[in-house]
Protein backbone atom coordinates (compact mmCIF):
# COMPACT_ATOMS: atom_id res chain seq x y z
CA UNK A 1 0.00 0.00 0.00
CA UNK A 2 1.16 3.32 -0.80
CA UNK A 3 1.88 6.74 1.85
CA UNK A 4 1.88 9.85 -0.09
CA UNK A 5 4.25 12.28 0.29
CA UNK A 6 2.20 15.47 -1.34
CA UNK A 7 2.94 19.37 -2.04
CA UNK A 8 2.66 21.75 -4.93
CA UNK A 9 6.35 22.36 -5.98
CA UNK A 10 8.31 23.75 -4.13
CA UNK A 11 6.71 23.19 -0.66
CA UNK A 12 9.20 20.87 1.31
CA UNK A 13 8.04 17.76 -0.22
CA UNK A 14 12.24 16.94 -0.80
CA UNK A 15 12.78 17.56 2.67
CA UNK A 16 10.74 15.04 4.14
CA UNK A 17 11.51 12.80 1.78
CA UNK A 18 15.10 13.25 2.94
CA UNK A 19 14.35 13.51 6.16
CA UNK A 20 12.43 10.00 5.90
CA UNK A 21 15.33 8.61 4.31
CA UNK A 22 17.56 9.39 7.12
CA UNK A 23 15.35 8.20 9.40
CA UNK A 24 14.86 4.71 7.97
CA UNK A 25 18.52 4.49 7.02
CA UNK A 26 20.85 2.35 9.28
CA UNK A 27 22.20 4.18 12.20
CA UNK A 28 25.79 4.24 10.57
CA UNK A 29 24.53 5.39 6.67
CA UNK A 30 25.19 8.74 5.61
CA UNK A 31 22.66 10.80 4.02
CA UNK A 32 23.47 10.38 0.40
CA UNK A 33 20.39 13.18 -1.26
CA UNK A 34 21.36 12.00 -4.93
CA UNK A 35 19.83 8.47 -3.46
CA UNK A 36 16.07 8.55 -4.09
CA UNK A 37 15.43 4.76 -4.87
CA UNK A 38 13.12 4.64 -0.91
CA UNK A 39 10.87 7.25 -1.94
CA UNK A 40 10.75 8.01 -5.72
CA UNK A 41 8.67 10.42 -7.42
CA UNK A 42 5.47 8.97 -9.23
CA UNK A 43 5.02 7.76 -12.09
CA UNK A 44 8.61 6.42 -12.46
CA UNK A 45 9.43 6.10 -16.50
CA UNK A 46 10.13 2.65 -16.02
CA UNK A 47 6.45 1.70 -15.94
CA UNK A 48 5.74 3.36 -19.38
CA UNK A 49 7.55 0.60 -20.99
CA UNK A 50 6.83 -2.16 -18.08
CA UNK A 51 3.33 -1.60 -18.89
CA UNK A 52 3.18 0.15 -22.69
CA UNK A 53 2.02 3.09 -22.02
CA UNK A 54 2.01 5.70 -24.81
CA UNK A 55 3.64 8.46 -21.74
CA UNK A 56 3.60 11.08 -25.21
CA UNK A 57 -0.29 10.98 -24.16
CA UNK A 58 -1.29 12.51 -21.12
CA UNK A 59 -4.69 10.75 -21.35
CA UNK A 60 -2.74 7.58 -20.84
CA UNK A 61 -1.09 8.37 -18.23
CA UNK A 62 -4.43 9.37 -16.70
CA UNK A 63 -5.75 6.25 -17.54
CA UNK A 64 -3.32 4.20 -15.87
CA UNK A 65 -2.45 6.09 -12.76
CA UNK A 66 -4.11 2.84 -10.83
CA UNK A 67 -2.34 0.09 -13.16
CA UNK A 68 1.02 1.57 -11.63
CA UNK A 69 0.01 1.72 -8.49
CA UNK A 70 -1.24 -1.81 -8.68
CA UNK A 71 2.10 -2.69 -10.10
CA UNK A 72 4.00 -1.00 -7.47
CA UNK A 73 1.98 -2.65 -4.28
CA UNK A 74 2.57 -6.05 -5.87
CA UNK A 75 5.68 -6.13 -3.58
CA UNK A 76 3.41 -6.28 -0.54
CA UNK A 77 4.65 -3.46 1.62
CA UNK A 78 4.44 -0.17 2.49
CA UNK A 79 5.87 2.29 -0.63
CA UNK A 80 6.69 5.48 -0.17
CA UNK A 81 6.00 8.03 -2.99
CA UNK A 82 6.61 11.83 -3.67
CA UNK A 83 3.93 13.61 -5.83
CA UNK A 84 3.00 16.60 -7.05
CA UNK A 85 -0.19 15.51 -8.48
CA UNK A 86 -3.29 16.96 -7.57
CA UNK A 87 -5.86 14.21 -6.32
CA UNK A 88 -7.65 14.58 -9.10
CA UNK A 89 -10.05 12.53 -11.01
CA UNK A 90 -9.80 13.23 -14.93
CA UNK A 91 -12.97 12.70 -16.85
CA UNK A 92 -13.44 8.71 -14.89
CA UNK A 93 -9.76 8.16 -13.83
CA UNK A 94 -8.98 8.54 -10.32
CA UNK A 95 -5.61 10.14 -9.09
CA UNK A 96 -5.78 6.80 -6.76
CA UNK A 97 -7.99 4.39 -4.81
CA UNK A 98 -8.51 2.80 -1.02
CA UNK A 99 -7.05 -0.49 -2.87
CA UNK A 100 -3.71 1.39 -3.31
CA UNK A 101 -3.28 4.42 -1.02
CA UNK A 102 -2.99 4.12 2.86
CA UNK A 103 -2.59 7.32 3.66
CA UNK A 104 -0.90 10.19 2.44
CA UNK A 105 1.23 13.38 3.99
CA UNK A 106 0.50 16.73 2.42
CA UNK A 107 3.16 19.63 2.73
CA UNK A 108 2.00 23.43 2.72
CA UNK A 109 3.16 26.42 1.55
CA UNK A 110 2.14 29.99 2.12
CA UNK A 111 1.73 30.61 -1.94
CA UNK A 112 3.48 34.07 -2.02
CA UNK A 113 6.54 32.34 -0.82
CA UNK A 114 5.84 29.32 -3.41
CA UNK A 115 5.91 31.76 -5.92
CA UNK A 116 9.39 33.45 -4.86
CA UNK A 117 11.11 29.26 -4.95
CA UNK A 118 9.35 28.21 -8.11
CA UNK A 119 10.26 31.29 -9.75
CA UNK A 120 13.63 30.90 -9.36
CA UNK A 121 13.88 26.86 -9.82
CA UNK A 122 12.21 26.78 -13.19
CA UNK A 123 14.30 30.46 -14.72
CA UNK A 124 10.86 31.89 -14.36
CA UNK A 125 10.03 35.30 -14.10
CA UNK A 126 7.71 35.93 -10.90
CA UNK A 127 5.19 37.28 -13.08
CA UNK A 128 4.46 34.33 -14.92
CA UNK A 129 4.88 32.03 -11.81
CA UNK A 130 1.74 33.56 -10.08
CA UNK A 131 0.35 32.70 -13.68
CA UNK A 132 0.75 29.56 -13.44
CA UNK A 133 -0.34 29.40 -10.04
CA UNK A 134 -4.11 30.85 -11.24
CA UNK A 135 -3.71 28.67 -14.08
CA UNK A 136 -6.20 25.55 -13.48
CA UNK A 137 -4.65 23.43 -16.98
CA UNK A 138 -0.78 23.70 -14.91
CA UNK A 139 1.12 20.71 -15.27
CA UNK A 140 4.13 19.67 -14.55
CA UNK A 141 6.60 18.45 -17.42
CA UNK A 142 9.43 15.88 -17.57
CA UNK A 143 11.36 14.28 -20.14
CA UNK A 144 11.98 10.66 -20.78
CA UNK A 145 13.92 8.99 -23.81
CA UNK A 146 14.10 12.54 -25.40
CA UNK A 147 10.57 13.08 -25.47
CA UNK A 148 8.46 15.17 -23.27
CA UNK A 149 5.52 14.01 -20.65
CA UNK A 150 3.06 15.49 -18.49
CA UNK A 151 4.83 14.33 -14.82
CA UNK A 152 2.15 15.86 -12.80
CA UNK A 153 -1.12 17.39 -12.85
CA UNK A 154 -1.48 20.25 -10.78
CA UNK A 155 -3.73 22.79 -11.45
CA UNK A 156 -4.05 26.08 -8.89
CA UNK A 157 -2.84 26.23 -5.80
CA UNK A 158 -5.87 26.12 -4.01
CA UNK A 159 -7.47 23.08 -6.13
CA UNK A 160 -4.23 21.79 -5.39
CA UNK A 161 -4.31 22.23 -1.57
CA UNK A 162 -8.23 21.43 -1.96
CA UNK A 163 -8.12 17.97 -3.52
CA UNK A 164 -5.64 16.57 -1.02
CA UNK A 165 -7.52 17.81 1.98
CA UNK A 166 -10.84 16.96 0.88
CA UNK A 167 -9.53 13.47 -0.12
CA UNK A 168 -11.71 11.37 2.49
CA UNK A 169 -10.57 7.28 2.18
CA UNK A 170 -7.97 7.75 4.20
CA UNK A 171 -7.14 10.56 6.91
CA UNK A 172 -4.29 12.97 5.53
CA UNK A 173 -1.92 14.48 7.60
CA UNK A 174 -1.54 18.23 6.31
CA UNK A 175 2.15 19.80 7.49
CA UNK A 176 2.80 23.49 6.81
CA UNK A 177 6.17 23.89 5.82
CA UNK A 178 6.41 26.75 7.84
CA UNK A 179 5.74 24.34 11.13
CA UNK A 180 8.40 22.17 9.58
CA UNK A 181 11.05 25.43 9.86
CA UNK A 182 10.00 26.92 12.98
CA UNK A 183 9.62 23.80 15.01
CA UNK A 184 11.43 20.82 13.09
CA UNK A 185 11.18 18.29 16.10
CA UNK A 186 7.40 18.80 16.54
CA UNK A 187 6.83 18.63 13.28
CA UNK A 188 8.48 15.78 12.10
CA UNK A 189 7.71 13.75 15.31
CA UNK A 190 3.94 14.28 14.02
CA UNK A 191 4.68 12.54 11.04
CA UNK A 192 6.48 9.96 12.16
CA UNK A 193 3.84 9.25 15.10
CA UNK A 194 1.41 9.50 11.41
CA UNK A 195 3.29 6.88 10.31
CA UNK A 196 3.16 4.65 13.51
CA UNK A 197 -0.69 5.08 13.09
CA UNK A 198 -0.79 3.60 9.63
CA UNK A 199 2.42 0.44 10.24
CA UNK A 200 2.58 0.19 14.23
CA UNK A 201 5.87 1.06 14.45
CA UNK A 202 7.50 2.34 17.32
CA UNK A 203 9.81 5.81 17.38
CA UNK A 204 13.18 5.94 18.13
CA UNK A 205 14.26 9.30 19.09
CA UNK A 206 17.62 9.15 18.74
CA UNK A 207 17.02 8.10 14.87
CA UNK A 208 15.15 11.16 15.34
CA UNK A 209 17.79 13.61 16.23
CA UNK A 210 19.98 11.94 13.67
CA UNK A 211 17.63 12.48 11.03
CA UNK A 212 17.14 15.98 12.47
CA UNK A 213 20.56 16.80 12.30
CA UNK A 214 21.44 15.51 8.68
CA UNK A 215 18.58 17.26 7.18
CA UNK A 216 18.41 20.78 8.43
CA UNK A 217 18.95 23.13 5.47
CA UNK A 218 22.69 24.36 6.01
CA UNK A 219 23.72 20.59 6.29
CA UNK A 220 21.53 19.82 3.40
CA UNK A 221 22.98 22.95 1.78
CA UNK A 222 26.99 21.88 2.00
CA UNK A 223 25.84 18.24 0.77
CA UNK A 224 24.39 20.06 -2.45
CA UNK A 225 27.72 22.39 -2.43
CA UNK A 226 29.56 19.35 -2.54
CA UNK A 227 28.33 16.35 -4.05
CA UNK A 228 25.83 18.35 -6.61
CA UNK A 229 21.92 17.65 -6.48
CA UNK A 230 19.84 15.80 -9.16
CA UNK A 231 16.95 17.70 -8.67
CA UNK A 232 18.28 20.89 -8.91
CA UNK A 233 17.83 23.21 -12.02
CA UNK A 234 20.19 24.41 -14.10
CA UNK A 235 18.88 28.32 -12.87
CA UNK A 236 19.98 28.00 -8.98
CA UNK A 237 20.75 25.80 -6.17
CA UNK A 238 17.77 23.75 -5.03
CA UNK A 239 18.61 24.32 -1.67
CA UNK A 240 18.60 28.10 -1.96
CA UNK A 241 17.15 29.88 0.88
CA UNK A 242 14.63 27.67 2.94
CA UNK A 243 13.64 31.03 4.81
CA UNK A 244 10.13 31.75 5.37
CA UNK A 245 8.83 35.33 4.15
CA UNK A 246 10.99 35.89 1.28
CA UNK A 247 8.27 37.24 -0.77
CA UNK A 248 8.17 40.54 1.45
CA UNK A 249 11.14 41.42 -0.01
CA UNK A 250 11.11 39.70 -3.46
CA UNK A 251 7.63 40.55 -4.63
CA UNK A 252 6.04 43.28 -6.34
CA UNK A 253 2.58 44.96 -4.09
CA UNK A 254 0.31 44.16 -6.79
CA UNK A 255 1.17 40.46 -7.31
CA UNK A 256 0.83 39.76 -3.66
CA UNK A 257 -2.84 41.11 -3.84
CA UNK A 258 -3.09 39.03 -6.68
CA UNK A 259 -2.34 36.02 -4.58
CA UNK A 260 -4.43 36.82 -1.67
CA UNK A 261 -7.24 37.46 -3.75
CA UNK A 262 -7.57 34.48 -5.48
CA UNK A 263 -6.39 32.31 -2.83
CA UNK A 264 -7.56 34.21 0.22
CA UNK A 265 -10.11 31.42 1.77
CA UNK A 266 -7.49 28.65 1.91
CA UNK A 267 -4.80 31.26 3.12
CA UNK A 268 -7.14 32.07 5.75
CA UNK A 269 -7.73 28.64 6.50
CA UNK A 270 -3.78 27.93 7.16
CA UNK A 271 -3.08 31.08 8.63
CA UNK A 272 -0.93 32.80 6.23
CA UNK A 273 -3.81 35.95 6.12
Same mark, same amino acid.
Given at each position: MIIWLASYPKSGNTWVRLFLKSYFSDENQELDINDNIMIPSFPEPKYFEMLK????KVIEIVKNWNLIQDTINLNGETNFLKTHNGMFKIRDYKFTDSNNTLGAIYIVRD?? %?? =?????????????????SMLDPQNVEKMEYKNKTYTHSIM???SDHYRSWKSYNLTDILIIRYEDLVNNPKNSFLKILEYLKSKNN??? %?? =?KLDK????????NLKKKENNFGFKEKSINSPFFRKGIIGDWKNSMKKELIIKIENAFSEEMKELGYL
Open positions: IDYTPR %DV =AISYSHHFGKTIEDTVEGRWGEI %DL =AALNETNFN
